[in-house]
């Protein structure tokens, strides 16, 4: 109403000078309820979107409520960010054997939620044009790659990346199901963890086809390594943790304790018992699974990446060049989620003892959920399928 006011004072004035009360009089009268429509209008469509979203984000709660109505599931911790907001939401116990309320400032296991973290750092080496991606492994990791008919010539840092190097993971089921499980605490060194993978023969010729091997991601690291004099921590810490202001994401190392306020972490035996197992020696992950950090931290990170923030425009193009995955689109370090509703968005899963979590976001980065359950399993997986698309669906 500001602008009538000023209109009418100017009529009032030229009534005085002109003696014209009747037109002036009119003129800011119908002007004054043209104005007052427009703004009810307005605010009219203004209230209904606040409603509509209000309305959307509790039902994204009340689906959260509702998949920890089962023993699967102890609880959820939800975070994300939407039209300039942050929200987080936590429901259920952090503990089925001494129950407590979750938080959602909880920190947790991220498992391969680290791989995006890692493959940001080597395209941000890209951008700085300290290597390039289609650089053999060879080239960086001389004699490393060999045997078992093995060639690092090759394989190019791309194709870690993306995962159609064709290397073999080392993380089979037995080593995941008995060997970690039965030594919690055991250190494995990256020698260690690359002599394991070696030791298996070739899943298919590099580019030839597509698997999911954590020895891709273990050797990003090393190469970072050798390309900055800096372990993949210590650059992922320097770029990314530091800059964005993230306090509560560490990169484990040799340590067995997630520091901070966290839940008892579920971990799932073949027979599909879910037992304790909170405190887990990472080493085994390497570059490929060993951060710590929390929904607030993963929304800052996903934010600034698909946002355009961390990289140029070429590399996020390189970031979002996809090959066929069995489960879709894989880009570097990313690959596509599709809702129920075929709508696209970008991010990553991770898996790991006692924790799964999520980050899916918009490729603008305004639009950002991360999800994290204290457990793993099939019900886990649903659970976090049912969040997500809830969240982005229409």
């Given at each position: ?214 020895m891709n991601t273990v050797l990003a690291g ?27 994401t560490f990169v484990m190392g040799n340590s ?80 596509e989620f599709k809702t129920a509703d075929g ?52």
């Open positions: 109403m500001k602008s009538f006011t000023i209109q009418k004072r100017v009529a009032l004035t030229l009534t005085a000078i002109l003696a014209g009360p009747l037109a002036f009089d009119a003129y800011g009268t119908v002007h004054a309820k043209d104005q007052t429509a427009t703004y009810q209008a307005i605010d009219k469509v203004g209230n209904n979107e606040k409603e509509k979203k209000r309305k959307h984000r509790e039902e994204v709660k009340l689906v959260m409520d509702q998949v920890v109505t089962t023993k699967g599931v102890p609880s959820v911790i939800a975070g994300g960010l939407q039209d300039g907001k942050s929200w987080s939401y936590a429901t259920g116990t952090a503990s089925y054997e001494v129950p407590r309320p979750v938080e959602s400032d909880f920190s947790f296991r991220i498992g391969s939620i680290s791989k995006t973290f890692t493959a940001s750092v080597v395209l941000q080496l890209a951008d700085e044009k300290k290597l390039n991606l289609d650089d053999s492994v060879e080239k960086w990791l001389p004699g490393v790659i060999k045997g078992k008919g093995y060639d690092g010539n090759k394989i190019t840092i791309r194709q870690l990346l993306n995962h159609t190097s064709g290397l073999a993971s080392y993380t089979d089921l037995d080593f995941r199901d008995i060997t970690l499980p039965q030594n919690p605490y055991r250190y494995y060194s990256v020698d260690e963890l690359i002599g394991m993978g070696l030791s298996k023969p070739p899943v298919f010729a590099p580019g030839k086809g597509w698997d999911y091997s954590n090393q190469i970072i390594q050798k390309v900055t004099g800096e372990t993949y921590a210590e650059q992922i810490r320097k770029r990314f943790i530091i800059p964005l202001g993230m306090t509560g067995h304790e997630i520091s901070g306020k966290h839940a008892t972490g579920y971990n799932m035996d073949r027979s599909g018992h879910l037992y304790d197992l909170t405190e887990m020696n990472q080493s085994w992950a390497n570059a490929a699974g060993d951060i710590v950090s929390t929904t607030i931290d993963l929304t800052t990170f996903f934010s600034a990446l698909l946002g355009g923030e961390l990289l140029s425009q070429e590399m996020m193009d390189q970031m979002h060049t996809t090959v066929d995955g069995p489960f879709g689109k894989v880009g570097l370090g990313i690959y709508q696209s968005y970008w991010g990553h899963a991770g898996g790991t003892f006692g924790y799964e979590s999520r980050a899916v976001g918009s490729l603008d980065g305004k639009h950002i959920l991360v999800t994290a359950i204290n457990a793993v399993g099939p019900v886990v997986s649903s659970a976090h399928d049912k969040i997500i698309n809830k969240e982005f669906g229409r």
